[in-house]
């Protein structure tokens, strides 16, 4: 019913910056908070930003200052800049959305994941 399709992971030098994208289709009536996570290998995955319907957001303290997450409802899509990049942000990045479909559920789906790379 719905899908999400990530786009802008990849390699960069530490201190370089990437902006991730997220982009939801299907049939969506609305769409609640949005949110990125990412998961380092051996690690759990973790909270890394979220963004509320009314533009609330929320940040990690690790990255605090240096990412930041806005949404674009018209075209149910969020978005994640990322500057000052560290070899420790390194990690498969999911973006998350709160959907509610035409049938009024409401439900969370997740993107298939971006690899974003910090190393020289």
């Known amino acids: 019913q719905v899908q999400l399709a990530e786009s802008g992971g990849g390699l960069v030098q530490p201190g370089g910056s990437l902006r991730l994208s997220c982009a939801a289709s299907g049939s969506i009536r609305s769409t609640n908070t949005m949110a990125w996570y990412r998961q380092a290998p051996g690690k759990q995955r973790e909270l890394v930003a979220s963004?509320?319907?009314?533009?609330?957001?929320n940040y990690a303290d690790s990255v605090k200052g240096r990412f930041t997450i806005s949404r674009d409802n018209a075209k149910n899509t969020v978005y994640l800049q990322m500057n000052s990049l560290k070899p420790e942000d390194t990690a498969v990045y999911y973006c998350n959305m709160g959907v509610e479909v035409l049938s009024r559920i409401r439900l969370s789906y997740w993107g298939q994941g971006t690899q974003v790379t910090a190393s020289s």
């Open positions: 963004i509320t319907s009314g533009g609330s957001e």
